[in-house]
């Protein structure tokens, strides 16, 4: 089994559609965790990290469910700007180093 | 500030060569880290730095891959001799501290032929 686990998608939605990405781990003792974006061809760049349940930046939510060991990307209002790969990254307490999902592909059209 | 940058941006060479791909980290970042991405599959682990120290290399995949980071600074990544299954994107990130709020540079994507 992966350590980071994401559906790959691609997710199709229209602007405006509120949507939502899971992403599993299965390391319990992992403590802190990241969403990063990235778009075609371009490096992952960090959008939110989440070290207790959850974080809110404007449309984005993140939410960190430990019982079930999955944290959670919703976008609101989805813009055609939004479409890009969204990246889960995992790290385990005492760890320097962050482990990734495959990613998941959002397309937002008009 | 600026941030991770990457060279070369692009590499084409040919199986058998040997390349040398080079990562200068955001200043002041200690944690210095070296990830790898196959078309279609994950961003993986390749090695980790700490200052010019290597703190877990445990994902590189075999000897032919070689990493130093100079008195802490910049990094190299030498593959050699380059086999077509290293084709790829090279991903460098930095992050300070233990947070692991890593940033990446644009990658270096390697094709070999």
């Known amino acids: 089994r992966k350590e980071v686990e994401q559906d790959p998608g691609p997710f199709n939605v229209p602007e405006g559609a509120t949507v939502a990405f899971n992403c599993t781990y299965s390391n319990s003792a992992s403590q802190s965790f990241f969403w990063y974006r990235q778009d075609c061809r371009k490096e992952p760049k960090l959008l939110m990290s989440?070290?207790?349940s959850g974080n809110e930046d404007g449309r984005f939510t993140a939410q960190l469910n430990r019982a079930s060991q999955y944290i959670s990307l919703l976008i609101r209002d989805s813009k055609l700007s939004d479409s890009a790969t969204y990246l889960c990254?995992?790290?385990?307490?005492?760890?320097?180093?962050?482990?990734f999902g495959r990613g998941t592909s959002l397309i937002v059209h008009p | 500030e600026a941030g991770v940058t990457q060279f070369p941006s692009h590499s084409v060479i040919e199986k058998g060569q040997t390349v040398t791909l080079r990562c200068d980290p955001i200043?002041?970042?200690?944690?210095l880290y070296w990830y790898r991405r196959v078309m279609g599959k994950e961003i993986k682990f390749l090695l980790h730095?700490?200052?010019?120290?290597?703190?877990?290399e445990s994902g590189m995949p075999n000897n032919r891959f070689l990493a130093e980071r100079t008195g802490g600074t910049y990094s190299t990544l030498k593959v050699q001799p380059a086999e077509l299954e290293d084709s790829g994107v090279y991903f460098c990130a930095s992050s300070q501290g233990w947070a692991g709020e890593a940033f990446f540079g644009q990658g270096t994507r390697l094709t070999v032929v």
């Open positions: 989440v070290y207790s």
């Open positions: 730095f700490v200052k010019e120290s290597k703190q877990d």
């Open positions: 200043s002041g970042h200690d944690n």
């Open positions: 990254a995992a790290l385990s307490g005492g760890s320097y180093i962050p482990t």
